[in-house]
């Protein structure tokens, strides 16, 4: 299972605030995911992608990222309360192969997924929660709005 998470608002903030704001706000999020059994693959601005299925795989792994993302949404909701900010969560889950370990050499150095499972897990919904071909959830929190 492969989570992309936007946290938006957070690229409207004032460049000085941002980076201790996405610090702690990204260590939340991945609290959540680790806890539930996945691992972030990367940050990306303010985008964070995480995996569940590698390096050990679990039958419920579908779950796990589907509670860990409503817990998520949560923690931004929680996080922006508390701080009086406008941000929201908007993301999408998707199935499909993961590479875990080696790439471009022998080191360790990262997971990778097929391009084109990573481009429909991407898409954004326009408001709530969809069900687009090819497997994927995408959803939207409007509190940014």
Do not use: C, Y
Not at 7 to 33: Q, T, Y
Not at 64 to 69: K, P, T
Not at 117 to 130: N, P, V
């Amino acid at each position: 299972m492969i989570l992309f998470a936007q946290a938006v608002g957070l690229a409207d903030m004032p460049e000085g605030e941002r980076a201790a704001v996405a610090d702690e706000l990204f260590g939340r999020l991945r609290e959540i995911i680790e806890r539930s059994g996945g691992v972030v693959d990367k940050f990306i601005g303010d985008v964070v992608m995480a995996i569940w299925g590698a390096p050990v795989a679990h039958e419920d792994d579908p779950a796990r990222a589907a509670r860990a993302s409503l817990a998520m949404g949560e923690a931004v909701e929680r996080f922006a309360d508390e701080r009086g900010l406008r941000l929201g969560m908007r993301g999408g889950i998707n199935r499909g192969e993961v590479l875990f370990g080696s790439v471009a050499g022998e080191r360790p150095t990262a997971m990778t997924t097929r391009p084109t499972r990573i481009r429909a897990g991407s898409a954004h919904g326009t408001g709530g929660t969809s069900r687009p071909a090819g497997g994927s959830i995408t959803w939207m929190s409007d509190r940014s709005s």
